[in-house]
């Protein structure tokens, strides 16, 4: 059996669906930064998530810095940005836009390099209460001018941007806490926790940020929140009591949904 042919065994012996696929870029990734092949294929074998191995993930067709102990964006949160860019569209020119909850900062990554191929530049700020996801954001979105503030929700972001902020990604943790330890192994144990448990009903965060939004989006503002789909209907009401105008997308492609809250423009 051939070398890569061996790593492919391993990994499918450990039930690893995309054997094929993981085996080429854990040895590609052994070639380029000199690391040991069988130190990394052994360390995914025990589970660690692949990101952690390689150091990146590909989001939104774009490679994105992955740190260990930070969240792994999920594909299906490209549809949030998608929502975001559609909206970012209608608005004048550089809307300001805040990352919350931001991991890796790969939604503003995203939403920047989606919107400046169209000559769209928008003004970027994220925020994160893990210091660890503040370091990797910081390796993303410094390069393209964004600042990565520390802390929790709110708390960091500059005072000049209340009531100025056009769009606000909020990937908020929504795993109901009862609910995590039937997560996957690499979510559950790599993973902080904090970027996962969204309290007794997934919604613990999310109604924190929805309390707090009003006062520093702009008029006309949205916050775009993903969710799971029971939860959807629950969410709309918290927006709709705290004023907000709300409205469910969902994608069977993604199998997302994507909650949207729109500020009135007075």
């Given at each position: 059996m051939t070398p890569i042919g061996d790593v492919v065994a391993q990994l499918r012996a450990a039930g690893c669906?995309?054997?094929?696929?993981?085996?080429?870029?854990?040895?590609?990734?052994?070639?380029?930064?000199?690391?040991?092949?069988?130190?990394?294929?052994?360390?995914?074998?025990s589970g660690t998530p692949l990101e952690y191995l390689l150091g990146w993930t590909e989001f939104h067709g774009i490679r994105v810095a992955v740190s260990s102990g930070v969240f792994v964006?999920?594909?299906?949160?490209?549809?949030?940005?998608?929502?975001?860019?559609?909206?970012?569209?209608?608005?004048?020119a550089h809307p300001v836009v805040v990352d919350m909850c931001c991991g890796s900062g790969a939604l503003g990554l995203a939403l920047a390099t989606i919107l400046a191929a169209e000559g769209r530049p928008i003004e970027l700020a994220a925020a994160d209460i893990e210091p660890?996801?503040?370091?990797?954001?910081?390796?993303?979105?410094?390069?393209?001018?964004?600042?990565?503030?520390?802390?929790?929700?709110f708390q960091p972001l500059p005072r000049e941007l209340r009531g100025r902020i056009d769009i606000l990604?909020?990937?908020?943790?929504?795993?109901?806490?009862?609910?995590?330890?039937?997560?996957?192994?690499e979510a559950r144990d790599y993973?902080?926790?904090?970027?996962?448990?969204?309290?007794?009903?997934?919604?613990?965060?999310?109604?924190?940020?929805?309390?707090?939004?009003?006062?520093?989006?702009?008029?006309?503002?949205?916050?775009?929140?993903?969710?799971?789909?029971?939860?959807?209907?629950?969410?709309?009401?918290?927006?709709?009591?705290?004023?907000?105008?709300?409205r469910i997308a969902e994608s069977e492609e993604f199998y997302a949904t994507v909650l949207i809250g729109t500020k009135s423009n007075t």
């Open positions: 669906v995309f054997a094929e696929d993981e085996a080429r870029l854990l040895t590609d990734a052994a070639a380029q930064t000199g690391a040991d092949l069988a130190e990394l294929v052994a360390r995914r074998v964006p999920r594909q299906r949160t490209a549809f949030l940005v998608d929502n975001a860019a559609e909206l970012a569209r209608t608005m004048p660890t996801a503040v370091e990797c954001a910081r390796r993303n979105l410094t390069p393209i001018g964004a600042h990565v503030y520390e802390g929790d929700l990604l909020a990937n908020t943790p929504y795993v109901p806490s009862e609910m995590i330890s039937r997560m996957p192994p993973e902080p926790r904090a970027a996962l448990d969204g309290g007794p009903d997934g919604l613990d965060i999310f109604r924190r940020v929805v309390t707090a939004a009003r006062t520093w989006l702009a008029p006309g503002g949205h916050l775009l929140v993903e969710s799971s789909e029971a939860q959807a209907r629950p969410a709309i009401t918290v927006l709709s009591a705290h004023g907000f105008t709300g």
